[in-house]
């Protein structure tokens, strides 16, 4: 149990900042790919050049992070149960329909094409996208009942600004926001990405090097 947890942090770390660099790095292999436009699950569509990377990523990516609950339950579980939980579940349930099933159900190039497959995928990704939109207001809350105040306050200003990302995300895609910096989808996915993981990123870290 020591071991799992202590390979927990290191895990979750590798998952987030993989997650980055992955969405950065990939596109420069991808002709036409705009990092700016375009949302990072294109990256893994049938005609895309880095698909299998990409798809090899993100069923790592999931793993990875399902080997963090057991750091995550070790760490919050005595100062509240009930958040712990439910921010595990949060955390698994993103593992697995933003990242497993992304590596299973791949997007088209063209959101005009829907298939079976990309409907899967829209499902999980929105329900994991959602759900891990809050860990950083659950870890806040954990954080503030542990005394830990300066943990507490960068995850509530993440979690505004990862919110207001995802907000900017959404729009994005609606045709009256075409042709204007609103319609960067990709550029808001992966700002709401990183303000997502900061909170767990600083904890990881602390973890790790004791405080």
């Given at each position: ?149 300066g943990i507490g306050i960068i995850s ?37 990405l990183i303000f997502m993981y900061v ?6 870290v602390r973890q790790i090097i004791g405080?």
């Amino acid at each position: 149990m020591e071991k799992m947890v202590k390979y927990g942090w290191y895990a979750l770390i590798v998952a987030m900042a993989g997650d980055i660099l992955v969405s950065f790095v990939l596109p420069c292999f991808y002709k036409g790919y705009s990092s700016m436009n375009m949302s990072i699950s294109a990256l893994g569509n049938p005609q895309s050049p880095v698909r299998i990377p990409f798809n090899i990523w993100m069923l790592i990516e999931g793993i990875l992070f399902l080997a963090a609950v057991p750091a995550l339950y070790r760490r919050y579980h005595p100062v509240s149960g009930g958040l712990t939980y439910t921010m595990i579940i949060f955390v698994a349930i993103f593992a697995i329909g933003a990242c497993i099933f992304t590596c299973f159900f791949s997007v088209n190039e063209s959101k005009e094409m829907v298939t079976t497959a990309s409907k899967i995928h829209g499902v999980g990704s929105v329900i994991g996208f959602m759900l891990f939109l809050f860990v950083p207001v659950l870890l806040a809350i954990l954080s503030f009942k542990n005394k830990e105040s300066g943990i507490g306050i960068i995850s509530i200003l993440c979690f505004v600004l990862a919110l207001t990302f995802f907000v900017l995300f959404v729009m994005s895609d609606k045709p009256e926001f075409s042709n204007t910096i609103i319609s960067k989808e990709g550029l808001w996915e992966r700002l709401n990405l990183i303000f997502m993981y900061v909170p767990l990123l600083v904890v990881s870290v602390r973890q790790i090097i004791g405080e």
